[in-house]
């Protein structure tokens, strides 16, 4: 740009908004960052964040947020926390590991504004797209290009400077090329909730909500009703689908027991039942809840792997298309079978939502193959990317 007036850049700076880059404008995020940025677009490892700064719609600078460094001396020891600690927390950090002007759009100031305001709306965007907060913010710069002006601008702090190794798949290393660390608490007592050996109750991620649209929510409604019906056909008030829309909707909502999904559904209001398409009293011409013992006998009775299918099938449905599924076996943590072993579960899910679509339980590890295409088999996966473990790189599939 050309030369402006202070003034002209003051108000070009205060009109200046940083926002999350929407899925269809990924690909010229990345296009503009392998264009113009000297390391290239970053690799779409762990979990991301892409924020784009715009004036008057027009992109003007670009920044990504993925997951910290998985050890950084310098770092560890600001923090000041134990290993063990360091595994459980390290999820609570975010790394910038890109920040780039766009050419022709240069102002006094602009880099730490930018960064300003990316880091006022990084824990909210964070928890909306992974489901927990943030803690810390850091990113490394290299000395030999930049003197990291705009981070301590932005009031970040320079705690020094790596040892100069990079991870490479399972081993370390040595370039020779250490970058100045530089971290920014997102919190006042970050330092001290990441290293406390008993975590503050104030910070622990609360239940994860979510709420639905209208077309989501009949989406929804279509879809359960290829559930069949459980309960004798005499004295039926309430339609079945209703019964688990409503269940579903409020353990969507944080309700975790029975009586917490009734209270839910007697808070509904009118429009919310007619949607649900709940019983209509013609004495009082108004939509009737389902009651907590109604509640409570839908759920035990219900086909649950049906339900189940059905889920998994409709989380499926309003996903992004590219968004890869993984599958992984896990042990439940507590469970165990009659003989003692513990309980075992293979499952399907998304890699950005970490909504699982599908789970069986398989009799032990070594069995996992012969499950998967079980447990793939009602998931619509045309032109899906699924990952897996290396076990299951069989011919015989």
Known sequence: MNACHPLDISSLLKAIRVRPVEHHEQARWYELLAQHHYLGAPAKVGKTLLHVATLNEQWVALLGWSSPALKCAARDQWIGWLPVLQWQR?????????????????????????????????????????????????????????????????????????KGFSKNATRYWHHGQPKIVFIKPLRSQARQWLSDLVPDPSWRCPVTTLTLSIPHTESLRQHLTTIPECRKRMGLRHPLQSVLLIAICAILGGSRSYLAI????????????????????????????????????????????????????????????????????????????????????????????????????????????????????????AGRLITADAIHAQKNY
């Open 262 to 381: 009734s209270q839910w559904a007697k808070r509904s209001s009118q429009a919310m039942r007619r949607r649900f398409r709940c019983r209509l009293n013609d004495a009082t011409n108004r939509f009737e809840a389902p009651s907590e013992p109604t509640i409570r006998r839908v759920l035990r009775e219900v086909d649950a792997q049906a339900v189940d299918d059905v889920l998994g099938q409709w989380l499926l449905s309003l996903s992004d298309p590219d968004d890869p599924i993984a599958i992984d076996g896990k042990a439940l943590r507590g469970a165990k079978q009659e003989n003692g072993k513990p309980v075992h579960l293979l499952s399907a899910f998304l890699h950005r939502q970490g909504s699982t679509l599908a789970q069986i339980p398989i009799a032990d590890k070594s069995n996992e193959i012969t499950a998967v295409r079980p447990l793939l088999t009602n998931l619509a996966l």
């Open 90 to 162: 390290l999820h609570f950090i975010a790394n910038n590991n890109r920040f780039l002007i766009l050419p022709d759009f240069h102002l006094p100031n602009l880099a730490s504004r930018v960064l300003g305001l990316s880091l006022q709306r990084l824990g909210d965007d964070w928890q909306q797209l992974h489901g927990h907060p943030l803690l810390l913010a850091e990113t490394f710069v290299d000395p030999a290009r930049f003197n990291g002006t705009c981070y301590r601008a932005a009031g970040w702090q320079a705690l020094g400077q790596t």
